[in-house]
């Protein structure tokens, strides 16, 4: 009867774990919204964020809700998806954003979707190691073999910067 009860608590325990995070990071419109410093998160890497988009150009853009400039961009940002859409092409929101509610209202209120992180101490730290990020908005552009291809890429707003994505597909 024990073993019973504790694969019934183990399978509840995996049932409600997996519903959380799930909630949590699901794609429900808005996109897929991770806080990289929630406890499950805080030891991934900026590397790991980045293998899980390998095989596909990757746009990052390193933002914060606060960032006026940032959010001029994200108009010009959606109309980019569109003409992107259905293609292997990701478009990847990294905000240094240090209050959680700000950033998520930030994403909502701007419509940002796409893969949506709100870094941790450590990825922060990695990311400018790699990029000196000294200002924002920032964009970098990355090839389907997670090469860096400019790690000063054109902002959204800038046409020019549709034909080098396409240039990477």
Known sequence: MTKYIKSILLASFILVTTSIIA????????????????????EMSFQEILDQYKGKVVYIDFWASWCGPCKKQMPYSSKIKQEF??????????????????????????????????????????????????????????????????DNAKRPSDPAIITDIESLL
């Open 23 to 42: 909630q949590n990071n699901s794609d429900d419109g808005n996109g897929v919204m991770i806080n990289l410093q929630d406890p499950e998160y805080v």
């Open 85 to 150: 859409k259905g293609k292997e092409v990701v478009f990847l929101y990294i905000s240094s954003d240090r209050n959680e509610k700000a950033w998520r209202n930030a994403v909502t209120a701007l419509d940002i979707k796409g893969e949506n992180y709100r870094a941790s101490a450590k990825v922060w730290n990695e990311y400018n190691d790699l990029f000196d990020v000294k200002y924002i908005p920032r964009y970098v552009l990355i090839d389907k073999n997670g090469q860096v291809v400019n």
